[in-house]
Structure formats: C-alpha cells, structure tokens
C-alpha cells in the first residue's frame, strides 16, 4: 500500500475502535503516541514504512508474522488540527529506533483536540476481568466531574444541561461509559438533596434528566463497528483524497 492509499478511519470512536482490537486481540502492544505535520504526513508514512513495514496488505502481514518479523503498523487520527496529525505507532515488540512502552506497563493515552490543542484524553487499561476497555484520563474526569458538580451546586440548571449533553457525545466504551454514570450519580445526589424536593415531601423530574436520557443505555462495543469512511459518505476515503481536498 502506498502512504496516499491510507484508508481514513469514519471517527473518532472508529480510532479507539482499530487500536483496542490491535493491542488487545492482535498482539500489538507496543505503542507511541506522536503528532507528525499536517504538510509531511505523506513522508512521514513513507519513512515508517520504510523502517517498520507499517502498511503492508493482510496477507504480507501474515507472512511475516509466520516467518517471526515484527509487525507494526501506524494509526492515523481522522484528522488534523492545528497543523499537526495525531498518530500512534503499533507493534508486537520493541522498536530500537523508537521510545516504545508497553501497554501493561506504561498505558497508552489517545488524543483528542481540546484547549486548542492535541492532549491526552482517553486511556487503554484492563478491566479486573481482564478485557481491555477505554476510559477517560483521570485528570480530564475530574475536569468533568468538577464542573458538573460545580453546576449542580449552584443549581445552574441550563449550564448543567448543556455540559451533560456534550458528555453525551464522548466515545461511550466501557470505561468511559461507567465513568460518566458516576457523574451523573454524583450530579444526581447532589442536585436531589439541594434542589429537587418540594414543600410536599415529593420529588420533581430533575431539568437535566432529558440530557443524560440522551447517552446511549449501554457501552459502546468495537465488535463490529464500521472503521472506515465509506463510499458515498461525504469525506474523503483515503489519505490521499484529503490531501487532494485540501489542495483543491
């Protein structure tokens, strides 16, 4: 494959999607996470590939995991922004050329555009039944956290709203979907003690519940999910499109 042949995953989601069913079911669990420049990710590929073989075919893949070769490969984000492409390079082992960790050892944390830039957001960990879920990190968890509950002190119902229906839109995986229920048991035992009680004795429907009737009822599952952008679909399918797009 060709660095312009890149297939370009659907969305975020499809991401954490691609690299959950690599390091957890494929043996990649190697990683490093990097930002590359927008103008240079053709050459940026090209050299990976160069070095690591990052975009052979299946087949080849195969063969090489036969013949006992590392295998790697490179994870685009679904876009750039701010001039930079967030990526994370994959592999079955260590990578002498490159700072490579290992997930049960140092976890790897996922990116996404906040503040005006490329942070950390959303970390790979091992469940206590050992399958491998996403969770938020946990200094953006106590960000939300904290201003959920900020909100609900004040009893600012609409900031409330407005803050819980952007969780909503998060990428529900296990961990992150457990997490955002402890906000909202949180928010709800706060807000019911303050706020939600009338003079009767009886309980009134809270002015928030119609944002977190929103969030899916279950964890978000990558078995089966659509990782690519389609044909049809209104963005571009490969690497090479984009670039195309962008130019024109």
């Not at 490969?73 to 260590?94: A, F, H, N, T, Y």
């Not at 996404?112 to 950390?120: I, L, V």
């Not at 997490?179 to 949180?186: D, G, H």
Request: charged content about 30%; hydrophobic content about 35%.
């Amino acid at each position: 494959m060709r660095p312009e042949d890149y297939p370009l995953y659907r969305s975020q989601s499809a991401v954490l999607a691609a690299i959950l069913r690599l390091a957890s079911r494929d043996g990649y669990v190697w990683h490093h996470v990097q930002t590359a420049p927008e103008e240079r990710i053709l050459a940026v590929m090209a050299k990976l590939h160069d070095r690591y073989r990052v975009l052979m075919d299946p087949q080849a893949r195969h063969l090489r995991r036969e013949a006992g070769l590392p295998l790697a490969q490179v994870i685009l984000g679904p876009e750039p922004k701010g001039g930079r492409w967030p990526l994370v390079l994959l592999s079955d082992r260590d990578l002498e050329d490159e700072p490579m960790r290992r997930v049960d050892q140092t976890p790897l944390r996922w990116v996404a555009w906040r503040g005006e830039a490329w942070r950390p957001t959303y970390e790979l960990y091992r469940e206590e039944g050992g399958r491998w879920t996403w969770r938020l990190v946990p200094e953006f968890y106590r960000e939300l956290l904290e201003e959920a509950l900020h909100h609900a002190h004040r009893g600012d119902w609409p900031r409330l709203v407005g803050h819980l229906k952007g969780l909503g839109h998060l990428p529900m995986y296990r961990g992150i979907w457990a997490q955002l229920q402890e906000i909202r048991r949180r928010v709800q035992a706060l807000w019911g003690d303050r706020h939600l009680r009338d003079p009767g004795g009886q309980w009134k429907a809270p002015p928030w519940r119609k944002a977190v009737e929103e969030w899916p009822t279950r964890p978000l599952s990558p078995i089966g999910m659509r990782l690519f952008v389609e044909e049809g679909e209104d963005r571009p399918r490969t690497l090479g499109e984009w670039l195309e797009r962008r130019r024109g």
